[in-house]
């Protein structure tokens, strides 16, 4: 099994482009989470599903959306990136058996300039 | 509003010392689970917390959960240089499905020879 896994690995972004991070994972979890990760700040989560057609918006949803169109597959799309949105992007996911320990992604580092 | 605080938020110990990570939360919750991160790596799950009272323990690390004084320790015991990483506690803020994890900052640990 590869867990989770998150392409691309690294991006760099000028202000106002658009991209997305794919996070996929093949343990048949329910739950799927979406944090960025900056100095000093711990994790935050951005949004999260609690199942296949469903988002819900976390602590810091501004500026991103999701979608879980797939049970195995969580998009995050950033429609106009913005220097603030410089950080590192960790997805997770837990499975039916609440609660349970999140299982990370390797990560995705932005850079937006 | 959970609000998650780690203390120190930096420890630099020598080898053979033993030492303490406080992690405290301002709500009511009996789920804290903790995770290691190495640099430039994602976040690897340690401990697990459900109950109060809870002890895990797995090689010189020792995590426990006081619910009424929503208090965590990480107990270190005679450091070595493997040790050293970032550690974060997270308590789970409780939503109807799933679980939603709010971070502390994080304690950066160096081991020194």
């Known amino acids: 099994n590869a867990g989770v896994t998150q392409t691309p690995k690294f991006r760099v972004l000028k202000t106002g482009q658009s991209m997305t991070l794919l996070c996929a994972q093949d343990?048949?979890?329910?739950?799927m989470y979406w944090y960025r990760q900056d100095p000093g700040m711990g994790l935050r989560l951005i949004h999260y599903?609690?199942?296949?057609?469903?988002?819900a918006k976390g602590e810091v949803p501004d500026g991103y959306n999701v979608s879980r169109l797939k049970k195995q597959n969580f998009l995050l799309g950033l429609e106009s990136a913005a220097p603030s949105q410089t950080s590192v992007y960790f997805c997770?996911?837990?499975?039916?058996?609440?609660?349970?320990?999140?299982?990370f992604g390797p990560g995705t580092r932005l850079t937006v300039l | 509003e959970l609000k998650v605080e780690q203390n120190p938020l930096f420890l630099s110990m020598q080898e053979g010392k033993n030492y303490t990570i406080y992690c405290n939360y301002s709500t009511t919750s009996d789920r804290l689970y903790w995770y290691r991160q190495d640099p430039g790596k994602s976040l690897e799950s340690l401990f697990v917390?459900?109950?109060?009272?809870a002890v895990k323990q797995e090689g010189r690390l020792m995590a426990s959960l006081d619910t009424k004084a929503r208090l965590s320790t990480l107990h270190i015991t005679a450091a070595v240089h493997d040790l050293s990483a970032t550690y974060f506690c997270?308590?789970?803020?409780?939503?109807?499905?799933?679980?939603?994890?709010?971070f502390g900052a994080g304690t950066i640990l160096r081991v020194k020879s």
């Open positions: 997770a996911s837990t499975g039916n058996r609440v609660p349970d320990t999140q299982y």
């Open positions: 997270a308590v789970d803020g409780t939503m109807e499905y799933g679980n939603k994890l709010v």
């Open positions: 917390l459900l109950s109060n009272g």
């Open positions: 343990m048949n979890h329910e739950y």
């Open positions: 599903s609690v199942g296949e057609g469903t988002t």
